[in-house]
T-cell receptor
Framework: GAVVSQHPSWVICKSGTSVKIECRSL??????MFWYRQFPKQSLMLMAT?????????EQGVEKDKFLINHASLTLSTLTVTSAHPEDSSFYIC???????????FGQGTRLTVV | DQQVKQNSPSLSVQEGRISILNCDYT??????FLWYKKYPAEGPTFLIS?????DKNEDGRFTVFLNKSAKHLSLHIVPSQPGDSAVYFC?????????FGGGTRLMVKP
């Protein structure tokens, strides 16, 4: 299958700082990228959907000023957790797809720990 | 609005036997489903998909069945192997988004 690379795989940051997570589609053009969050023993929760060159669409309850998403090219999307707090500690996963009704391929995930 | 439910949070199966993972959904407008497998601290990996024009799709040890009238799909793994132990998510593809079920943790015992 197609390859989606997510970086970093884990990060520890101090409360109040910002963290950027990158998601790259390595062998296809991702017209749409998704960002998910997973709490322990729970399902993947969609945070936002981004299409290349346009603003991300955030799910209800997700603060767009806190979780900044940029999808500047067809192969790269970034999620920046601004002014992180311990409650933002979670597992963040991106996925990418080349078009509608195609499989979405996932990155490896990023374990964020805010101390 | 679509809801996808996996009512069994866990399943334990003996190696070599069949594993059957179930998934129910509410909105039949979006009849394209995918199954993903997820190990801890990793992203989900795509396993198999099925669309409404089929009621069965098979890929090696994995077979997905779709019952549109019951709004139900299932993933069969046979024979089950210890390496299949993971969390399995069914997901519905509705246009531009994926809706995931809660996942079922499969444990295959040697």
């Amino acid at each position: 299958g197609a390859v989606v690379s997510q970086h970093p795989s884990w990060v520890i940051c101090k409360s109040g700082t910002s963290v950027k997570i990158e998601c790259r589609s390595l062998d296809f053009q991702a017209t749409t990228m998704f960002w998910y969050r997973q709490f322990p023993k729970q399902s993947l929760m969609l945070m936002a959907t981004s299409n290349e060159g346009s603003k991300a669409t955030y799910e209800q309850g997700v603060e767009k000023d806190k979780f900044l998403i940029n999808h500047a090219s067809l192969t790269l999307s970034t999620l920046t957790v601004t002014s992180a707090h311990p409650e933002d500690s979670s597992f963040y996963i991106c996925s990418a797809r080349s078009g509608m009704n195609t499989e979405a391929f996932f990155g490896q995930g990023t374990r964020l720990t805010v101390v | 609005d679509q809801q996808v439910k996996q009512n069994s949070p866990s399943l334990s199966v003996q190696e070599g036997r069949i594993s059957i993972l179930n998934c129910d959904y509410t909105n039949s407008m979006f009849d394209y489903f995918l199954w993903y497998k997820k190990y801890p601290a990793e992203g989900p990996t795509f396993l198999i998909s099925i669309s409404s024009i089929k009621d069965k799709n098979e890929d090696g040890r994995f077979t997905v069945f779709l019952n549109k009238s019951a709004k139900h799909l299932s993933l069969h793994i046979v024979p089950s192997q210890p390496g299949d132990s993971a969390v399995y998510f069914c997901a519905n593809n509705a246009g531009n988004m994926l809706t995931f079920g809660g996942g079922t943790r499969l444990m295959v015992k040697p």
